[in-house]
C-alpha cells in the first residue's frame, strides 16, 4: 500500500491518507488535500471472509513480515497481506529514511500491525509509549500544509482519527481474546459509517454461528431486521 496511484502521477486513491497533498488533490485556498479519510483495506478484506488476513510493514529485522508471510503462502484458501510500502517521491522523503517513516507509523498508530485468523483479531505489535501523529506527518512533505499557521485543525483531526482506529482495534482483540457467551452492546454503530458498521453487524452474525448471544440496544430498524432473533420495544 503506497497510498496513491505512484505510478501514473501520484494522483490520489482510496487509500490515501485524509489532508495529504496528492496532483489531484492539490493543496490550495479551497481545498486541504484529500478531503476524504483513508479506506480501511484490511478491514474490508477481513469483511469478505477470507481466512487469513494481515497488516505489517517493513520494520526492525523483518521479523513480522516475514512470519505473516509464511502463514499468508501456507493458509489454505485465499489470503490477503497489506504491506506499507513509503513511496520516497508520492510522500516526499529521503529515500534512506524509509526505514524510519515505517516505525513512525507502527509507533503512532498510523500503522497497526495485526492479523486477523477465522475472523479472530490477534494484534502483532502494541507500542510502548505511543507517539503522537506529528511526529508521523512531519517527516513527509505531502504533509507540510498541515503545520502552517492556522491548519493545527488538520492534525488534531487526524490524531481523533489514528485514536478512534486504534481504540477499536484494541476492543477488537480484546474480545476476540475473551471467552464469553453473551454480549451487550449500546448503541454500537452510533460513530460509524454505513461500510464499519455493516462489517460490524457481519461480525456479530458470525460470533452468533459460534454460540454468542448479542444483545444490542439501537434505535435503528434497519439493524434490528439484518440481525436479529428477536427484538423488544
Known amino acids: 500500500d503506497n497510498e496513491a496511484y505512484m505510478n501514473t502521477g501520484i494522483q490520489r486513491?482510496?487509500?490515501?491518507?485524509?489532508?495529504?497533498d496528492t496532483t489531484t488533490t492539490p493543496v490550495g485556498k479551497?481545498?486541504?488535500?484529500?478531503?476524504?479519510?483513508?479506506?480501511?483495506?484490511?478491514?474490508?478484506?477481513?469483511a469478505h471472509g477470507i481466512p487469513y488476513v494481515a497488516q505489517t510493514t517493513f520494520i526492525g529485522n523483518f521479523k513480522d513480515i516475514t512470519e505473516k508471510?509464511?502463514?499468508?503462502?501456507?493458509?489454505?484458501?485465499?489470503?490477503?497481506l497489506n504491506v506499507m510500502a513509503p513511496c520516497p517521491r508520492?510522500?516526499?522523503?529521503?529515500?534512506?529514511?524509509?526505514?524510519?517513516?515505517?516505525?513512525?507509523a507502527v509507533e503512532t498508530c498510523v500503522w497497526p500491525m495485526y492479523e486477523v485468523i477465522e475472523g479472530r483479531y490477534?494484534?502483532?505489535?502494541?507500542?510502548k509509549n505511543k507517539l503522537p501523529v506529528e511526529e508521523y506527518l512531519k517527516a513527509q512533505g505531502r504533509f507540510d500544509h498541515m503545520f502552517k499557521p492556522g491548519n493545527e485543525w488538520m492534525i488534531e483531526e487526524t490524531q481523533k482519527e489514528v485514536d478512534r482506529n486504534w481504540e477499536e482495534l484494541l476492543k477488537l482483540c480484546e474480545l476476540m481474546s475473551q471467552k464469553i457467551n453473551l454480549l451487550i452492546l449500546d448503541e454500537p454503530t452510533s460513530s460509524l459509517n454505513d461500510e464499519d458498521a455493516k462489517m460490524l453487524l457481519d461480525l456479530l452474525l458470525e460470533f452468533k454461528k459460534e454460540?454468542?448471544?448479542?444483545?444490542?440496544?439501537?434505535?435503528?430498524?434497519?439493524?434490528?431486521?439484518y440481525c436479529a432473533d428477536k427484538a423488544t420495544i
Open 69 to 80: 508471510s509464511h502463514k499468508a503462502i501456507y493458509t489454505p484458501g485465499a489470503a490477503f
Open 90 to 104: 508520492g510522500w516526499r522523503y529521503p529515500s534512506e529514511k524509509m526505514m524510519e517513516i515505517t516505525k513512525l
Open 30 to 46: 479551497v481545498v486541504p488535500g484529500k478531503p476524504q479519510q483513508k479506506k480501511n483495506l484490511t478491514k474490508i478484506m477481513v
Open 122 to 127: 490477534i494484534l502483532s505489535y502494541r507500542p
Open 211 to 225: 454460540g454468542l448471544t448479542s444483545i444490542i440496544i439501537t434505535h435503528k430498524l434497519n439493524e434490528i431486521i
Open 13 to 20: 486513491s482510496s487509500s490515501t491518507p485524509h489532508f495529504a
